[in-house]
């Protein structure tokens, strides 16, 4: 945790990058962030993330952009909820993260394993309508190269296991019968949002 | 003539098993030669009080002694009318609830209370209220902003004359230069303007209400109902007589010029929230410097308050009065950047969906400590802090407007140069102001309580100040805003026409409501030592100039702490006098040396520390029986030859038992505890002188709520007094 | 007893067992489950950050409108479903610009939804429709004295907190732990996350979040849980915490619906329990189950 340390530069505050944030589709709750740091203290993965939610929140208002982005509070985030559940404001914090990390992806901000991750989860189910675990994982790992051939041995005795006791299904589910359609309406969907945040 | 008195034993709640009435009655009969002396089982029952009544119609009797429950309790069943003195003996609570039934020492405890509640009776005379000539009832009313405004409307609304006195040509006051109010009703998010302008129509309008504009209060001279007040307007004065008098001069915004770290006089775009509010009501928010439009604008909330080197209290509606502000700037320009930079954000009760709406228009809210402004060529302003939360030193650059949310001193003080000692509001010189200009001995304004407000102790004494009848209202009282004005100047309003009420009938004000007697001077006796006019906690004794006091008796509060203070004894009150106390003290019966039974005289604050004792007794928790306990109203009304009684009666000890005092009092009277603490602290030296030990006396400080306390104090007492050995003047 | 049951893609496949142990509950308590025809993934915690919330939620009523026509309640056994699918409707309900993007979404698709689905949570099911008193009557093999830890994991209780559970320390699972004859102990953590998605890309993480639950459940010889993810993350990962911490778990993690039919004295074969991975054997074979 990076909380609380002060750095030697100076802080400027610009309210640009805030007002990207607000715009975005849950962007507009963290206005009402009071900086209380329950989310901090509720959050399930708060010691391995570089900054609080409540830190990053305030990161946001101050215009730090790069800070913010670049950090990997939002793929820690495993939305169990509890910060939302508990949060005075009724900041629906999740949901705000999810909008962060779509934000990291839409611009490229794609370091951290989890959205390779994430990038390989959509194309498996753009491509069926359902998920293969088999799949993303195959995905996922042509997405990470080399660099993660380390932990593919790794995991390979659970593997070996969870194969063993019927747990990994090698083949495909098959696909939705209305697949067609169902992307249409995504698509639909994306569209909309797009319009209605312009 | 010895006065008719009847007794009347009541031998329920168990005082009758665990007592030998018989023996009782026979200390009344016998002892007291009382012939009329009665049992019931059930005296606060209607029978009882019946019989009661029977008695004294049938019997003319003057006074009755009732020894029954404690006198806190039914004191409505056991009231007889006001020719009829009262005396109530506390067998229940502090008898047979606290100690041992069937007990030789719990049964001396009883008679001995019965002898002095006895001995009171015999010495009490019905008070006789005071009655002057000309007592009015109409409320004089100094300022005319939102308090004073409202406590004028409520008082005319009850039906009061008013007359409501304003320095400035107009009315309406702080509150009616402001631009709009935050929100006093659902859905709490949006600007109101604000109540002053129908309230100004509405008193104009009253045909109860006398307004004086351009006029200050020359001098206020008398009492309550008799306050002769002279006014003066352009130089001219004119008198009246008024009632009660209600203060609500307001607050004064602190004086931004010592605020030079945040650049207020440097700068003409440094602002106070004050010229925000004129340039939002004259319609445009602009750079003062040089008319530009303001882009960013930055708040900093408590400029030079809760600051250790200026106001060191919160002033309580400035977070709300900035965020007002900030919404100001955002309805003008919706893309202003808004930053607000706050210690804490305070804003109670429905204020936080204020907060809340003020954070939905966008404007940033930043927990930090401005620690520079600085300005540029074009006059841009930069604002440096330490941004707390994320712990870095920041900026905000560009900056149009700083606005200082100032924080409010009493108008009842006002600056003063640097070096000058007196310092109520902070860490700041200030002087008292002219305000009041009453002649009064003890100074012609109003105590201070904290700060400079002057305020009273809120529990005891709420919308008070310690000078009777004239009650604070609005800031001038506390810092506070709109909403919380308008409540404390109708509570004003309220305490202001009880006390008219009460006064011209001749009874007291809070805390002792209704009471009739007032205290007598003796004068012919009088050494003009002035310790009554020195010590009277509310300043009800003026002097002449041979020192010879004078008391105004509706100023009074009838707690006897001039009583208490007199060292010739010419004080007395009709039913509570230094001989009355001192025959009380010599009806105990006091056992010799041998018998090895001590005995210690209580004098207990009748408004915290008897309760206390009632409530040990309530729950049943036991003490020592050499206790007497003689309930005093307000330990300040102790005199000193109470314990020099006590002392050559062969009492072993004296316990006071009054209030907490210091700059947290919890005396009703303000003061009155910490007086009899001075007084004992000289009594020391007596006692030397009569070879006694000083640890004889001691003073112990409760609250209502030390009740579980209370036999630990008094045992404690007991055991010391054994260690000493008995008072040697036993028998004398 | 009849719903329409949306499996979500892990119960169709490395949770497969969740869907046979509670389709043979089902049988047993005469509930009617009816497969939601030709379901769609719900997105997971994934699809949102991808596509964005109000698209990824549009996918989830796309289930709904399959089965408005016939008036009955959807019934969810993943948490994470469970989530997706509960919220979608709700903000359909309560959020007109969402109700008219997601309906011209659906429309885009030729579909139609009206909001009147009710999505709801298996576990609240069997607490509010069955009853505990029922499960009791219908216990077979009172599985007294076992100490079982129910671990709730997070989404399910949190969706739409005090919906029918306590957000933090909830209470259904233990109750119905209790109605089986076992004993719930004592668990701090059980709705704590358990590091769910980060298996693959940080494993590290999710076996932390794991070592501090499998502490927590104390002394527990058996956990239950209404979650695949939980589930997978507790059992098929218990090895690695093991591995990492030098810690010696030895938990078998069931899905609440394989102790039900423990306890049901259903037939071994339609609950599925060989493929659990800490072999919960030794722990049941005092109460005379073969695994």
């Known amino acids: 945790m990076a909380d609380n340390s002060a750095s030697s530069g100076r802080l400027k505050y610009e309210a640009g990058f805030a007002r990207e944030v607000y715009g975005m589709e849950n962007g507009s709750y963290l206005k009402l962030c009071m900086q209380c740091g329950v989310c901090a203290v509720s959050c399930a993965t708060f010691k391995i993330m570089d900054y609080s939610p409540r830190r990053l929140f305030a990161l946001v208002r101050a215009g730090r952009k790069e800070e913010v982005m670049k950090s990997n509070t939002f793929w820690m985030c495993t939305t169990c909820l509890m910060c939302k559940a508990r949060c005075p404001r009724g900041i629906p914090i999740v949901d705000v993260m999810h909008d962060l990390k779509g934000l990291a992806l839409k611009q490229g901000y794609v370091n951290y394993p989890q959205a390779a991750f994430y990038q390989a989860f959509w194309q498996d189910l753009a491509g069926r309508g359902r998920i293969f675990e088999g799949g993303v994982t195959a995905r996922y790992f042509l997405k990470r190269g080399p660099k993660d051939f380390g932990k593919i041995m790794a995991q390979k005795d659970v593997g070996l296991k969870m194969l063993s006791h019927g747990r990994l299904p090698l083949r495909p589910p098959k696909a939705v019968k209305g697949k067609k359609e169902l992307m249409q309406m995504v698509a639909k969907a994306r569209e909309l949002e797009q319009k209605g945040a312009n | 003539m010895a006065k008719k008195i009847g007794v009347f034993i009541c031998t329920g709640c168990s005082i009758g098993e665990a007592l030998d009435t018989e023996a009782l009655a026979r200390v009344a009969t016998k002892e007291k030669k009382i012939p009329l002396c009665k049992k019931n089982a059930f005296l606060c029952g209607r029978q009882g009080a019946e019989l009661i009544k029977q008695d004294v119609v049938a019997e003319g009797l003057e006074a009755v002694v009732i020894a029954a429950c404690s006198p806190r309790i039914n004191y409505d069943v056991f009231d007889f009318g006001p020719s009829t003195i009262v005396e109530r003996v506390n067998l229940r609570e502090q008898v047979v609830w606290s100690h041992p039934a069937d007990d030789e020492d719990t049964q001396a405890m009883a008679e001995d209370y019965l002898r002095m509640g006895i001995t009171k009776a015999q010495a009490s005379e019905l008070p006789v209220p005071y009655l002057a000539e000309n007592m009015v009832k109409s409320i004089l009313v100094v300022g005319g902003g939102l308090a004073g405004l409202t406590a004028a409307n409520e008082a005319a609304l009850a039906g009061y004359r008013v007359v409501l006195v304003e320095k400035e040509p107009f009315l309406g006051g702080f509150a009616g230069r402001m631009y709009k109010s935050a929100p006093s009703r659902p859905p709490y998010t949006d600007l109101e303007d604000t109540p002053v302008a129908g309230l100004v129509a509405d008193v104009e309008a009253s045909p109860l209400i006398e307004v004086h504009t351009k006029t200050t209060v020359a001098r206020i001279e008398g009492g309550p109902c008799l306050y002769d007040v002279t006014l003066e307007k352009d130089g001219q004065p004119s008198s009246f007589r008024a009632g009660a008098i209600v203060v609500a001069t307001g607050a004064r915004p602190y004086d931004a010029a010592r605020l030079d770290r945040l650049g207020y006089g440097r700068y003409a775009n440094v602002v106070t929230g004050v010229a925000l509010e004129d340039m939002a009501r004259e319609g445009k928010i602009q750079r003062p410097a040089d008319g530009k439009p303001v882009q960013n604008a930055v708040f900093v909330l408590c400029a030079g308050s809760r600051d250790p080197g200026h106001l060191p209290y919160c002033s309580s509606s400035c977070c709300v009065e900035s965020l007002k502000q900030a919404l100001y700037l ?403 | ?268 074969s339609t609950y599925g329990l060989k493929a659990n991975i800490v072999a919960p054997g030794p722990v049941l074979a005092q109460y005379g189950v073969a695994v």
């Not at chain 2, 809120?458 to 004239?470: A, L």
């Not at chain 3, 320390?169 to 769910?196: H, N, S």
Request: aromatic share 8%; hydrophobic share 40%.
């Open chain 3, 1 to 268: 007893m009849r719903y329409f049951f949306y499996p979500g893609c892990s119960m169709e496949a490395g949770a497969g067992s969740y869907t046979k142990s509670l389709e043979a509950v089902a049988r047993a308590l005469d509930i009617e489950l009816a497969e939601v025809p030709d379901w769609n993934c719900c997105g997971a915690t994934v699809a949102s950050s991808v596509i964005g919330d109000a698209p990824a939620q549009v996918m989830s009523l796309r289930n709904l409108a399959m089965v408005e026509g016939s008036g009955l309640d959807v019934v969810v056994a993943c948490s994470s479903c469970y989530m997706n699918l509960a919220l979608a409707n709700r903000r359909f309900q309560n959020d007109p610009r969402f109700r008219a993007l997601a309906t011209k979404s659906l429309a885009a698709g030729g579909m139609q939804y009206r909001g009147k689905v009710r999505v709801r949570f298996i576990l609240e099911v069997i607490a509010n429709d069955v009853g505990f008193e029922r499960i009791a009557a219908r216990v077979k093999r009172p599985l007294k004295g076992l100490k079982v830890a129910g671990y709730v994991g997070c989404q399910s209780v949190r969706t739409i907190p005090w919906e029918f559970d306590d957000p933090e320390q909830p209470v259904a699972l233990d109750e119905l732990i209790g109605a089986l004859g076992a004993t719930a102990v004592p668990f701090p953590l059980k709705a704590r996350c358990c590091g769910a998605s980060h298996t693959l890309p940080q494993g590290e993480i999710t076996s932390s979040s794991c070592r501090d639950i499998l502490e927590s459940a104390g002394e527990a010889r058996l956990m239950v849980t209404p979650c695949p993810m939980c589930q997978l993350n507790l059992d098929a990962y218990q090895s690695e915490v093991n591995k990492a911490y030098g810690t010696n778990f030895q938990i078998p993690v069931l899905f609440f619906t394989q102790l039900m039919a423990v306890a049901f004295d259903l037939a071994p």
């Open chain 2, 330 to 732: 955002k309805e003008q320009n919706p893309d202003a950047g808004v930053y607000v930079i706050f210690k804490d954000i305070r804003t109670l009760g429905r204020y936080e969906e204020f907060y809340k709406k003020v954070q939905n228009e966008g404007v940033i809210f930043i927990k930090g400590e401005v620690t520079a402004v600085s300005e540029d060529g074009s006059r841009n302003l930069s604002v440096e802090f330490a941004d707390l939360l994320l712990g870095e030193r920041a900026e905000a650059a560009e900056v149009d407007l700083v606005v200082l949310a100032t924080g409010m001193v009493p108008s009842t003080v006002d600056y003063a140069e640097q070096g000058a000692e007196d310092c109520p509001a902070g860490n700041v010189p200030t002087v008292q102001q002219p305000v009041l200009n009453l002649a009064y001995r003890q100074g012609p304004e109003l105590p201070a309580l904290n700060y400079g407000f002057p305020d009273s102790h809120f529990i005891c004494f709420p919308y008070e100040t310690r000078r009777t009848g004239i009650y604070a209202a609005g800031s001038v009282r506390a810092p506070m805003d709109l909403a919380a004005a308008t409540e404390d100047a109708t509570g004003a309003a309220m305490k202001a026409i009880q006390c008219v009420e009460l006064t011209s009938r001749g009874a007291a004000v809070h805390p002792r409501v209704g009471d009739l007697s007032y205290p007598e001077f003796f004068m012919q006796r009088c050494t003009q030592c002035k310790r009554c006019t020195e010590e009277c906690p509310f300043g009800a004794i003026n002097e002449d100039e041979k020192a010879n006091p004078l008391p105004n008796p509706t100023r009074c509060r009838r707690c006897g702490v001039c009583m208490g203070a007199c060292p010739e004894r010419i004080i007395s009150f009709k039913n509570y006098s230094v001989p009355m106390i001192g025959n009380m003290i010599k009806a105990i019966d006091v056992p010799e040396e041998d018998e090895e039974k001590p005995r210690i005289v209580v004098f207990a604050c009748e408004n915290d520390a008897y309760p206390a004792l009632d409530m040990a007794g309530l729950n049943h928790l036991g003490y020592n029986a050499w206790v007497r306990v003689i309930p005093v109203r307000c330990l300040g009304s102790m005199n000193l030859v109470w314990v020099a009684d006590s002392l050559s009666k062969g009492i072993d000890g004296i316990l006071l038992l009054g209030c907490k005092h210091g700059d947290d009092y919890q005396c009703h009277f303000i003061k009155g505890s910490e007086l009899a603490d001075i007084r004992l602290s000289k009594v020391a030296e007596t006692l030397g002188r009569l070879q006694l030990e000083p640890d004889r006396v001691r003073m112990v400080q409760v609250n209502i709520m030390d009740y579980d306390k209370v036999p630990g104090i008094l045992d404690d007492f007991a055991e010391r007094l054994v260690e000493i050995g008995p008072n040697p003047y036993k028998g004398f």
